[in-house]
């Protein structure tokens, strides 16, 4: 009878330890190479994003990166001028930002007046040109339109008052993209798609 008991007993933990072992590889799979969430810490994308919000991020979309390194094994896309992304910050690679890419490799950038030129045109894409910009930081000054380098990128916060980005620290290089951010999930009443 204990013989049988005991079977039974080893039969449930070896099948529980296995689904248990499963359900813990299949999350670190998912989140390592498909979506994260992250929590909003502070307010530099306000309006768009508030502290306190939770964000889903799609982490394949611009290559997929081996854990715990700056290496990708495969590239799909580049950021794109409006996305909201995340990315380990440059100054200190252990905590990751989140800001809006404003410009791409190659492009030449200048804040003016509080508006965005592209190459040399106004940038007219919503929500960027309904947001005024400071002339902040050593890659923003008056009248001073910088080039951004290969495999990097010009990023800032919606918030421009409150926001450490590009214009203090300079370009952020494509290894250090984590994601793109896509939607908030939490609170209830700001579930949305990111745009």
């Known amino acids: 009878m204990f013989l049988k008991l005991d079977a039974k ?18 999350a670190l799979i998912i989140r390592s190479f498909i979506i994260q969430p992250f929590k909003i810490p502070t307010g530099s994308m306000e309006p768009t994003l508030l502290p306190g919000d939770r964000i889903l991020v799609v982490r394949y979309i611009y290559g997929l990166r081996i854990p715990f390194t700056f290496k ?3 590239k799909f896309k580049h950021p794109q001028t409006g996305d909201i992304i ?35 045109s106004t940038l007219k894409k919503q929500p960027i040109n ?32 409150s926001s450490k980005d590009s214009r203090y620290w300079g370009y952020l290089e494509d290894k250090y993209l984590i994601g793109k951010a896509v939607m908030i999930y939490w609170p209830l009443n700001r579930i949305r798609i990111l745009k």
């Open 9 to 26: 007993k080893k039969a449930f933990f070896k099948e529980t330890f296995e689904t248990i072992g499963v359900a813990v590889i299949l």
């Open 86 to 120: 995340v990315f380990n910050y440059p100054e200190d690679t252990k905590r990751a930002f989140i800001k809006r890419c404003i410009g791409t490799p190659g492009d030449e950038i200048e804040i003016k007046n509080g508006e965005i030129r592209l190459n040399g």
């Open 130 to 161: 309904g947001i005024y910009y400071y002339n902040r930081g050593d890659f923003a000054r008056e009248n001073k339109s910088i080039k951004i380098p290969e495999d990097s990128f010009f990023v800032l916060g919606d918030n421009s008052a």
């Open 72 to 74: 990708r094994l495969a």
